[in-house]
T-cell receptor, first 115, second 112 residues
Framework: DAGVTQSPTHLIKTRGQQVTLRCSPKSGHDTVSWYQQALGQGPQFIFQYYEEEERQRGNFPDRFSGHQFPNYSSELNVNALLLGDSALYLC??????????????FGEGSRLTVL | QKEVEQNSGPLSVPEGAIASLNCTYSDRGSQSFFWYRQYSGKSPELIMSIYSNGDKEDGRFTAQLNKASQYVSLLIRDSQPSDSATYLCASKGGSTLGRLYFGRGTQLTVWP
């Protein structure tokens, strides 16, 4: 049973550039959430996608956008990168339909460094 | 503002001891609570979930929830060096939306 997979695992960008991160949810899961984790902090919610729509959004600027595809995979896009965007970006999958325990399963993350 | 606060740590215990990790939350509407373990450089891994008042045991781990006090804790019995990690407490509201609110984490070191 494949878990949550993310790509790329590491990447380095310069200020002003754009980045796209990708995620495939755990088999059987239909909901993808994205979190940003800065060094020494807990994960902060960016947004959540279900049925190809953004259902909920955290306190992040419009530079952060996303997409969910019919196969439930998802992308996170960040435009006009800032130094402060350097963080570990975590994709988490869960199941919304049916019994909802709220449990999230995380991928290994994409570590973004902005220079 | 829905906040989750954890005792700042770091926490250091000898092998075989009981490690106690604590967490408080501000949103009385929170219904579900989770403990994640995060090794350095790795992603969070779910180790315990608890939904009703009282204790929930799973092997060496016991989660405790007191909704009246808005308090969640995690006890690790017979601590092992492999338990050394950062432990994240998270809460979720009552809706079907799956957003979790995380604390900053408590770093635990278990020394041999």
């Amino acid at each position: 049973d494949a878990g949550v997979t993310q790509s790329p695992t590491h990447l380095i960008k310069t200020r002003g550039q754009q980045v796209t991160l990708r995620c495939s949810p755990k088999s059987g899961h239909d909901t993808v959430s994205w979190y940003q984790q800065a060094l020494g902090q807990g994960p902060q919610f960016i947004f959540q996608y279900y049925e190809e729509e953004e259902r909920q959004r955290g306190n992040f600027p419009d530079r952060f956008s996303g997409h969910q595809f019919p196969n439930y995979s998802s992308e996170l896009n960040v435009n006009a990168l800032l130094l402060g965007d350097s963080a570990l970006y975590l994709c988490a999958s869960s199941l919304t339909s049916g019994t909802n325990t709220g449990e999230l399963f995380f991928g290994e993350g994409s570590r973004l460094t902005v220079l | 503002q829905k906040e989750v606060e954890q005792n700042s740590g770091p926490l250091s215990v000898p092998e075989g001891a009981i490690a106690s990790l604590n967490c408080t939350y501000s949103d009385r509407g929170s219904q579900s609570f989770f403990w994640y373990r995060q090794y350095s450089g790795k992603s969070p891994e779910l180790i315990m979930s608890i939904y009703s008042n009282g204790d929930k045991e799973d092997g060496r781990f016991t989660a405790q929830l007191n909704k009246a006090s808005q308090y969640v804790s995690l006890l690790i019995r017979d601590s092992q060096p492999s338990d050394s990690a950062t432990y994240l407490c998270a809460s979720k509201g009552g809706s079907t939306l799956g957003r979790l609110y995380f604390g900053r984490g408590t770093q635990l070191t278990v020394w041999p």
